[in-house]
């Protein structure tokens, strides 16, 4: 499709048409990132199993930041992160949104995801580029089917996590149950850093923290929207057997951490008593193992209720990782130079393309040209900006730990990964020894492929890992003179969906749309209406499954024939196997049954190895 298209469609286009308009407070520090420490940014990730309370969560967050004036609600469709419209109409999240806001003197980048499994794309790309998270769980569920799915998202990409537990208010609720599930699910030792206190659970009036002994009272008669609330120290004399638990679980809470940090074990050797340990000393601790994923914090409040979401804020920046404490191999090879990740790709209301990127190392200036790695070409930077979840606000300049949107790249896809020219220069050879090293690779099949896949420290950023599609239907449109629009809406949406399959089948020619599940195609047909007005037709869906062997089968094949007068033979012996991993990298992997077979010679490679491979994987695939 040419650009001339894309723009003309996007131009006809309004996402944002049916949004009520959202009064934000004046973002301040958007060009102010000179005064500002890298330190004392966080970029952290909403993740849960769906209906866990994460965009309620992050709706409190930005409206007692001051971001927002007045409290979004789900079920009335007006909340910030969920502004698309099937996103209000559903009440769920289907797409992650991004978010920044300012809190005591610290800014920090929110993404929140989508809950269901059918959008877990989502989830996979942002906490790729998250360097924390909170874990949100239903507190009258515990640990939930999704929950361990995005848990092990995070894990892969060693992102430390909070866990909060929410909707205490709910009838049923057992923090120890919820504990317990953590334990046996999650496979880690959650550590409470404060508990609820009250009558009884549903009308729990504050919360208790263990590492400053200290008491958060809610009264909502006086602030019926929790902003304000009175914090109060415990005492032995005043708190009674509140104080004992309390006391109880600070001293578990450092009998732990005196394993993991010297310091803290060291200080406990030095004072007569537990309760002498400065708090201080204990949240350095805490932080310390936190981000090292030793330890994992939980905390408790009810969103919706507006409990317990300040403390929650707190335990973000005090625990939670900034850019400078995350380690990441690949930076030694571009030094101060650009270096950033594609995580994400949008439309906004004037249609252009809207890429997100997190910044690894480097400055991206507004207007200045870009190397794109992956795709060997060079694109420039029209506008930069803050993201504010459907709205932007442009800056001259991004730094290192930063989350923005860039607009005009046109060869940008997820996944790529940018630098600077200067950038290009310094790591040129590196790529020219690892491309000459994967080219060895390719022509020399007789090597484990798989044990070269990727090269430790890569240069290129690893790429999106993209789920296999779940369920498949077949996509019309109206009249063949919709056609065209119906291309170039699937095509824009691809670009935006890595989980979207579109291809054509060779047989029928009818155009099939994969995707992860039913809810993901509904979405899809609704945005295809709305967004580009084709209203296409979608056949009944169907399961997207395959047929495999289940044990190693040898199979050996003679071939004679008369040339030109003259005979000439072929034998091959072929043998496939069954495997679980489904990530593997398939090759046809070459075995002479002699030492001096023709196998071994370049000829042989060059004449032969391709059309044996496409052979071999043609069969393998229809049969």
């Not at 309390?246 to 001293?251: F, G, L, Q, V």
């Not at 024939?561 to 012996?573: D, M, N, P, R």
Request: net charge negative; proline share 4%; aromatic share 8%.
């Amino acid at each position: 499709m040419t650009l001339l298209k894309l723009n003309k469609l996007f131009i006809n286009r309004s996402l944002r048409s049916f949004i009520t308009p959202r009064k934000y407070s004046s973002f301040h520090g958007a060009n102010n990132k000179a005064t500002e420490d890298v330190r004392d940014l966080r970029n952290i990730g909403i993740i849960a199993h769906i209906d866990a309370g994460k965009t309620t969560t992050t709706e409190r967050m930005l409206y007692y930041s001051g971001f927002t004036k007045h409290l979004g609600d789900v079920d009335h469709g007006d909340t910030v992160t969920d502004y698309m419209e099937e996103e209000r109409n559903r009440g769920i999240t289907i797409n992650s949104a991004v978010v920044t806001y300012h809190w005591n003197k610290h800014r920090v980048n929110l993404i929140d995801t989508p809950g269901h499994v059918d959008f877990t794309i989502e989830v996979e790309r942002s906490v790729r580029v998250l360097d924390g998270a909170v874990t949100i769980l239903d507190a009258s569920a515990g640990v939930e089917a999704q929950t361990v799915t995005v848990w092990k998202q995070a894990s892969k990409h060693h992102v430390p996590s909070l866990i909060y537990l929410n909707k205490l208010d709910k009838m049923g609720v057992s923090v120890e149950l919820c504990l317990e599930s953590i334990r046996q699910r999650l496979h880690i030792e959650p550590f409470l850093i404060n508990f609820p206190y009250g009558p009884d659970l549903q009308k729990f009036q504050g919360l208790v923290d263990i590492v400053e002994m200290a008491k958060y009272e809610w009264d909502l008669a006086k602030s019926p929207d929790g902003r304000k609330f009175s914090v109060h120290q415990l005492t032995e004399k005043s708190d009674g057997k509140i104080w004992e638990y309390a006391m109880k679980e600070r001293s578990n809470l450092i009998g732990q951490l005196s394993n993991t940090d010297e310091k803290i074990a060291d200080e406990v050797l030095l004072v007569d008593s537990i309760d002498k340990i400065k708090t201080e000393f204990v949240r350095k601790a805490l932080r310390n193992a936190t981000m090292k994923r030793q330890l994992t914090p939980v905390l408790c409040g009810s969103s919706l209720k507006n409990k317990g979401v300040q403390p929650l804020m707190n335990a973000i920046y005090d625990y939670l990782p900034s850019p400078n404490d995350r380690e990441f191999p690949f930076l030694e090879y571009y030094g101060s130079d650009l270096c950033a990740y594609a995580f994400k790709t949008i439309h906004d209301q004037q249609k252009n393309p809207q890429t997100f990127f997190r910044i690894y190392s480097g400055i991206m200036h507004s207007g200045s040209d870009i190397q794109n790695l992956n795709r060997h070409c060079k694109e420039k930077v029209k506008t930069l900006s803050r993201i504010l979840a459907n709205d932007y606000h442009r800056i001259t300049a991004a730094h290192q730990g930063d989350i923005v949107c860039v607009s005009g790249l046109t060869e940008t896809r997820t996944g790529d990964t940018v630098t600077s020219k200067e950038g290009l220069a310094r790591i040129r050879p590196m790529l020219r020894q690892y491309e000459h090293r994967h080219h060895e690779e390719e022509e020399d099949s007789s090597h484990d492929l798989e044990s070269h896949d990727d090269l430790d420290h890569d240069v290129v950023l690893a790429g999106l890992q993209v789920p296999s599609p779940v369920y498949f239907c077949s996509v019309e449109p109206p009249s063949m003179a919709s056609q065209k629009d119906l291309d170039l809406a699937l095509e824009c949406l691809q670009r935006e969906d890595p989980s979207l399959k579109v291809e054509v089948n060779q047989e029928t020619g009818q155009t099939i749309l994969s995707g992860m599940g039913e809810l993901h195609l509904e979405v899809i047909k609704h945005r295809i209406l709305s967004e580009f007005k084709v209203d296409a037709y979608m056949g009944p869906l169907q399961i997207a499954y395959r047929e495999t062997i289940e044990d190693k089968v040898t199979h050996t094949e003679t071939l004679e024939s008369t040339v030109g007068g003259s005979k000439h033979h072929a034998g091959i012996t072929l043998t496939v196997s069954p495997s679980t991993d489904t990530n593997r990298k398939r090759n046809v992997l070459f075995k002479p049954l002699e030492e001096k077979s023709f196998m071994m010679t370049p000829k042989f490679r060059k004449m032969y190895k391709s059309a044996i491979e496409n052979a071999v994987k043609t069969s393998l695939s229809y049969g």
